[in-house]
């Protein structure tokens, strides 16, 4: 018997606040965009859309933590905790990414200035209506809504061969893995007839053992897929060349914003499809698992090798990518079990770092690009003689990368080893400490460059107002998540549930 149709009530709407106040500022800076005239400053729009993001975090903050999770048009859609917290790391990564532009990037880096700060907002949108989908075609409209904004952002500098190389392996590759994901898809509607994630993990733990080869086929698809969107080897080919090609503040969002969002469907997805019901504790499942953690050792083994090799920022940081892909892999790998069930305030906490100390070394990488005109590693020589502070800041970021004491990223890595020890996974934890330990020496390169080289072409090295700002409040924020850590891990274990907000309907 088929379900009523449902509508949306004037409820629900309100729910949809974040979403709707992203959708109104996109619609309503593209159409002044349009009435400006060409001689005024397109900052006043990248103004605009940092105000709604904004308004769109001040409305996700108060829907945290409800009585109940909601769900919209029969459970296509959740308002939950486990949505919001990630909403607000996308929002996050936006807003400051938005912020740094202001001012500091300039028309002759990305023509059409106001497309770049009304694009970001549907892109967030996309980010967003992912973390919250509960069903496959919400989900797909989400990750298309990121993906094709995305593909635009990078081919902004149309006039540089290098962006229109990247943003061509973008499309086509990107193209490609949607198609993957959607052919994975396709397998389980066909093996249970529903579409919702929920309905879909019920129907694949009452199939006959027929369909096993069909379960094992569909979820290979999703993970390569999948696999693509968050840059983890062996799916990764894509990011170098994108994030060389790429004006800086879009390359920062697909490293940060972008890669978030394909996680927050990662998580929802393989915890609600594979990792419940009757599923739970059969060899499907535990294979599921162990494919995950040798993605994610590949991720982390490639990513820091590579990078050992790079002499170009971006490209290091693309391999430096990689390898945090691997990291926020394993804690959706080892799954949850009676002595592990705080896999989301672990995945969540080096989300949060690891947001704060990309956003960070990009808005050096800008201030770097703006003093030297290219984005080799030979461009930090002497930064310390010419910009001390800078020079400072860019330390305390660098501390969080390698993944050093009294940082972010330290602890970030440090409760995810512990977690991947209490559920006896020891050879995974060793993979983790040994390829950290590797990341010391290339992180070590910016701190060598600084200041034991000198670079006596650089010009002055001009700090823009907002870009500073950004990048000492992720220096800052990077120092603070290593001081207080607990605080913020124990925040997110006071709001987060992990049968209302992550498992529904069993």
Known sequence: MESPLQLLTAADLALLAPELTLVAASVVLALLDLVLPKSSSRHVLGWLSFVSILLSAYFVVSMLHPAEPKQLLQFSYRVDDFAGVLKLVLLAGAGLITFMSIGSVKEEDIPHLGEFYYLI???????????????????FVGLELLSITSYILVAMRK?????????FK????????????????????????????????????????????????????????????????????????????????????????????????????IYNVFGVGELMGQPFQQDVLLSLMVVAAIAMVAGNFVALRQSNLKRLL?????????????????????????NFSEFAFYLIAYLFMNIGIFAVLMILEGATGDSELKSLAGLYYRAPWTAVATVLLVLSLA?????????????????????????????????????????????????????????????PLTL???????????????????????????????????????
């Not at 006039?159 to 943003?167: D, I, P, T, V, Y």
């Not at 691997?326 to 804690?331: A, F, I, K, N, S």
């Open 121 to 139: 907002l549907p892109a967030t949108l996309g980010g967003m209506i992912m973390a919250s989908s509960g069903e496959l075609i919400t989900l």
């Open 159 to 167: 006039r540089n061969l290098q962006s229109n190389e990247g943003a």
């Open 170 to 269: 973008y499309i086509v590759l990107g193209g490609i893995s949607s198609a993957i994901i959607l052919y994975g898809m396709s397998f389980l509607y066909g093996m249970t007839g529903s579409t919702v994630i929920a309905e879909i993990n019920a129907g694949l733990g009452q199939a006959s053992q027929g369909m096993l080869p069909l379960m094992y086929l569909s979820f290979f698809l999703l993970l390569a897929g999948f696999g693509f969107k968050v840059a983890a080897a062996p799916f990764h080919m894509w990011a170098p060349d994108v994030y060389q090609g790429a004006p800086t503040p879009v390359t920062a969002y697909l490293a940060v914003v972008s890669k978030a969002a394909a996680f927050a469907i990662l998580f929802r997805v």
């Open 318 to 342: 693309a391999y430096s990518g990689v390898a945090n892909s691997g990291y926020l892999l394993v804690p959706i790998a080892t799954h949850f079990s009676l002595v592990h069930y705080s």
């Open 403 to 463: 993944g050093l004491p009294l940082s972010g990223g330290f602890f970030g890595k440090l409760y995810i080893m512990f977690g991947t020890m209490q559920t006896q996974h020891y050879w995974l934890a060793a993979v983790l400490i040994g390829t950290s330990v590797v990341s010391f020496y290339y992180y070590f390169g910016f701190i060598r460059q600084m200041f034991m080289r000198s670079n006596e072409e650089a010009g002055e090295t001009r700090i």
């Open 468 to 506: 500073g700002i950004t990048m000492w409040l992720c220096a800052g924020a990077s120092l603070l998540l290593g001081v207080i850590p607990h605080v913020v891990l124990g925040y997110i274990d006071s709001i987060f549930s992990l049968t209302k907000d992550l498992f529904f309907m069993f």
